[in-house]
């Protein structure tokens, strides 16, 4: 999924691709573990798409949290 695709998504969205991107890339781990995975690169991917995804939510916490001062 394009970076613009996921900026697209809302927040309850992105949780959930989270939540997916994490269960596969556990999947896949497991899969290396035992030798059966096929397509080494996917882990590479994956992991790439939830900094992608973890980045996004923590840009938009950033954005609602007021600026940082004494004032």
């Known amino acids: 999924m394009k970076i613009s695709?996921?900026?697209g998504m809302n927040d309850a969205e992105l949780g959930k691709h989270l939540a997916d991107?994490?269960?596969e890339f556990f999947t896949l781990r497991l899969q290396l573990a035992t030798k059966?995975?096929?397509n080494f690169n996917r882990i590479?991917?994956?992991k790439r798409e939830i900094a992608q995804v973890?980045?996004?939510l923590r840009e938009r916490e950033i954005a609602v949290l007021p600026p940082a001062g004494g004032e």
């Open 54 to 56: 973890k980045t996004i």
């Open 21 to 23: 991107l994490e269960k």
């Open 5 to 7: 695709e996921m900026r």
């Open 36 to 38: 059966k995975l096929a």
């Open 44 to 46: 590479t991917v994956v």
